[in-house]
């Protein structure tokens, strides 16, 4: 509906030219106006659609668009719809607390599900920097640090099945981890995720453990300087448009990793008929308009011929009997 009113239908134009015809605009400024008024009311409804995203989100822009496949299922590059891929569009709500993300780890206990897995997806920028490019993945765990900053602890081991995870020190409790610590059978690929928790002890902060669920390790392994705090988080994805966040990266060359194919041949299939539908709506209307207009046309002169004759019949009677004079 958004895109149809951007396309000046015949109905339309039949409509707008008999009202400014009474105002008497010179034909030739009529295209122009109801072009302007088009134009109007798209970007009108445009900017409404913006500020309701806004006021959803709280964060402006809220979108961002997924430049890598680090959170794609599967080794054979194919998008899938619920999941998040190379070229989607992703709406993102801002948090204020730690306590607004669900982990992987609560999400698992809870059932709490989002993008194929359990848990939140969470926007952040690496190490605090806003001028780094934003880095989307999963939550997996919030690890508090503890006060003689010897280990951590994560309050949401203590619902998870213990089958679930395991330590290389025995002696580690969901309170006190101090060694390796490993979460087992993880997303789509059934992956042991290892977290060393001798390495987060030198960033003396608590935070987010993060990982992508196509990579094979946490964020802190690929060099993230420790669990990412709260305040680095931007929000967490809520929603995403497939598809069309290709035609920005290929606009700036900030594609990191090859589009899927079934991405790229159903952005195009869902542009084609985003222009085509119009068109054939247009046409469509039109035809209908002017088969109304001809049956108005044909009844009207049903109706001029039919009181002719009655008129003609009068005055045939009339003349056979004049009127008697008194």
Known sequence: ???????????????????????????????????LRDAGIAFLFVCLVLLTMFAYTGMWPPLVVVESNSMMHGEDNLSDIGTIDTGD???VKKVDQASDIETYLEGYVSGYRSYGDYGDVIVYERGGVSAATPIIHRAMMYLEINPDNSGYKCAALKNVPQTKWSTLNTADTWDNLTSV??????????????????????????????????????????????????DWVVGKARGEIPWFGLLKLWSTDTLGSPAPPNSVRNLWITIAMIVIAPVVMDIVLTHREKKRIERRRALYAANTEDRSKVEKRVEGEEQKDPPSRP
């Open 1 to 35: 509906m958004t895109i149809s009113i951007l396309y000046a239908s015949s109905t339309l134009s039949v409509v707008a030219e008999s009202k400014l015809k009474g105002i008497r605009i010179p034909r030739k400024y009529r295209g122009v106006l109801l072009f």
């Open 89 to 91: 569009l992703v709406l």
């Open 181 to 230: 610590l490993i979460i087992h059978d993880v997303g789509w690929g059934g992956q042991s995720v290892t977290i060393d928790i001798r390495a987060m002890t030198t960033s003396d902060r608590s935070g987010f453990i993060t990982k992508g669920d196509h990579n094979s390790a946490i964020d802190q392994m690929y060099g993230a300087a420790g669990p990412v705090n709260v």
